[in-house]
C-alpha cells in the first residue's frame, strides 16, 4: 500500500524547454511540446535553469483514491535564484487535488538566475508543469 509514502515517481516538463536529469531526484527533466530548439546566447547571456529541484510529496489522499494529475505553476526567479510569487496556473484534476502539494515544492527550488549582459536579472513568467503519477504504473 503506497499510504504514508513520499511520492517517488514524477516528472517535470519545464515550459522553457530545458532537457536533462534533475540532481539526486527520481525523476526526469522533458522537453516541453511547445518548446523550440533552445537559442545559443552569447557567453554573457543566460536562462534561468533549474539547480536543485524539489520532489513533491503526493498527498495522502491521492493515494488513498488512486488519482493521478498534473498542476501547472508560473513564478518568477529571481536574481538570486529563489522562486518569488508562485501560482498555480492550471490543474488535473479540478478541485486542486495537487496543489498545495506542487506550491510547497516549487517555493523551494533553486534556480541558476538569468544573465542579461553578464548581469543577474529577475526574470518572471517561468512555468513548470508538475505531473503525479503512482509509482507502480
Known sequence: MLVGRPFQSWVVVVAFGVVGSLWGCAGSVEQSEAAEAVPVLPVSDRKATPVSPVAPIYPRSAVERGTE????????????????????????????????????????WKYKPQLKNGVAIETPGMRVKLSFKHADQ
Open 69 to 108: 494529475g498534473w498542476v501547472q505553476l508560473e513564478f518568477t526567479v529571481s536574481v538570486t535564484g529563489v522562486v518569488m510569487n508562485p501560482r498555480v496556473i492550471k490543474s488535473m484534476p479540478l478541485g486542486g487535488t495537487f496543489d498545495d502539494a506542487a506550491l510547497h515544492a516549487i517555493r523551494q
